[in-house]
């Protein structure tokens, strides 16, 4: 089965749903990729009373131990996003990943 956005999102909402946060729950947050905009995003986040830096996945190594190094604290390091998103622990998950693994969609010929 292909999985589209719309059925991910239909299922991250309802597994959100399953439990209620309290105005003292921390969110744990996994970052995918620390590039330069991963890397603002960590920075980001630091400045948020309410998140714990969790996991980080990230396939090239060497900016895997910087990302997990400016995350502080003990995240999970993965080298593969799937595990990442594996991790049950974990309530949001970042996404900055470069240019060519965004994907799109062609259109085929003949449709507007």
Do not use: C
């Amino acid at each position: 089965m292909l999985t589209t956005r719309r059925y991910f999102m239909g299922a991250a909402t309802a597994a959100a749903a399953t439990r209620v946060w309290g105005a003292n729950d921390r969110l744990q947050v996994g970052f995918i990729g620390y590039g330069l905009i991963g890397a603002q995003h960590v920075f980001d986040f630091k400045n948020q009373r309410d998140v714990d830096m969790a996991a980080m996945a990230e396939a090239y190594q060497p900016r895997l131990e910087e990302g997990l190094q400016a995350m502080g604290g003990k995240p999970r390091a993965y080298s593969d996003f799937r595990r990442l998103l594996d991790d049950k622990e974990l309530q949001a998950v970042v996404v900055s990943t470069p240019d060519h693994w965004h994907a799109f969609r062609r259109p085929t010929i003949g449709t507007p």
